[in-house]
């Protein structure tokens, strides 16, 4: 990020120090040849990380093929099919379709896209098999985050930082932690949502705010969270692309409709059901099981008995307190108007990059579901923190939040392999650590008199 040296008269540009103000002659601009160089690590790490996207089933992403399937069968009724509590099985109805495709011990998640996306790929699964359509979109998720990797180069770099320095932390981190490996393992669609989130960061910088707009609806339009990034464009005011996401997601919200009315508004009813589930699972770092797991613990709720990976949490099969259920969404406000206030002051990069940062990490912690492959967009984000905090600080804080995400975390502790709930509270923990790491290097450099 190279902001000029005093963009705002009460914060000063990102990277520099709040006074004496200096300017840009010391910002590290890559040259030809480093971008060059820069792209052919892109080019490495993706080739590395492809062949954990190819040849196995997803079962992620099987629920894309399956809704599919059933549209292009006329099994419209089954595309929502789910079992109870929605996460951790192959809905019932399905799960014949499933043994024929798969065999036996697979599984396909439910399906809780908009429908527009399974009405557009039902024709692909008359032509291609399941792996088939898994190693194709396997290619594009892969590409997606190559993209949002060099995205994140454009819009979250300090600019004290060499495009190389910033490409081989963000690569080596980003392999070695379980947010990039699970998003390989179940071929996920965040992955796009990713890109075009960051996407939408990078038009708004380059002075693009109809783009950055449209990108945010169609990230949007495949999983509703990233309407959250609206934010962005408040702070911004930046009335243009909050038009432009508008009229975008309107017509996208008419095509769905058109498609299949019906649908559309099982989806729509679906979605407050599905809000109201979560699951105790080592892929599922969000306060929710983390409270509900300390709630069990200290006997204000009746015990939690893992059986398998997994421990539903919903209405219909363990319901939670409502001092449980509200306290994440309340939290959820109190961090979205605390960035607001963190944010507003600030140079327009920062603002944007910065808010952008808070909300990536805000969505997975207090919403229901916090999958892992979420914090692949705040792993992205995090090096712009580097000029804001201390570099012993930053780089103790960096490993300890690799190791502790790192895969080989559950096998080589004891105590996390043998307890799957003390799992999911440590990476919890360590994101919201994060978290509040960030707000206060963010609060510090953005408003010096309350460091």
Known sequence: MHLPAQTMTDAPA???????????????????????????LIAIFTLLLLPKFLGHWAADLAAVYVAGHM???????????????????????????????????????????????????APLTKILTPQQFFNLFGVI?????????????????????????FLM?????????????????????????????????????????????????FAAAIKLTPALFLLVFLLDRNWRALKAFALAGLALALICFALSPRLSLEFLALMPEVSAHSTIARVNASILPALATLAAAAGWIPAIEMQGNAFLLGPDV??????????????????????????????????????ALLIALILPLFGPLGWLHYYVLPLLL??????????????????????????EMAVMVPALHANIPVHVM????????TLVIAMIALAKFVRPTLS
């Open 382 to 407: 995090l090096p712009m923190l580097a000029p804001a905090l201390p570099r012993v600080m930053a780089v103790i804080g960096l490993i300890v939040l690799t190791i502790v995400n790192a895969p």
């Open 169 to 217: 932390l963000a690569l080596t981190v980003g392999y070695l932690t379980t947010p990039v490996q699970a998003a390989a393992l179940f071929n996920q669609p965040t992955l796009i949502t990713t890109f075009l989130t960051l996407l939408m960061l990078e038009r708004l910088q380059a002075g693009r705010p109809v783009s950055a707009g449209v990108a945010l609806a």
């Open 318 to 355: 363990y319901a939670l307190p409502m001092w449980i259920t509200l306290l994440p969404k309340f939290l959820l406000v109190l961090c979205v108007l605390a960035t607001w206030r963190i944010m507003a002051p600030a140079a327009p990069e920062l603002r944007r990059t910065g808010a």
């Open 426 to 433: 440590v990476t919890t923990g360590s994101w919201l650590a």
């Open 141 to 165: 998720h892969c590409a997606a985050l190559a993209g949002s990797v060099w995205l994140a180069a454009k819009v979250a770099r300090p600019r004290r930082m060499s495009l190389l320095g």
């Open 71 to 121: 549209i292009a069968t006329g099994q419209e009724a089954l595309v929502y099919a789910a079992s109870p509590g929605f996460f951790g099985d192959t809905p019932e109805l399905w799960k014949p379709l499933v043994r024929e495709l798969a065999g036996a011990g697979q599984y396909a998640f439910p399906y809780i896209y908009p429908p527009i996306w399974a009405e557009l790929l």
């Open 14 to 40: 990102y990277g520099q120090k709040p006074a004496p103000l200096d300017n840009d002659s010391d910002a590290l601009i890559p040259s030809r040849r480093e971008t060059q160089i820069g792209v052919i």
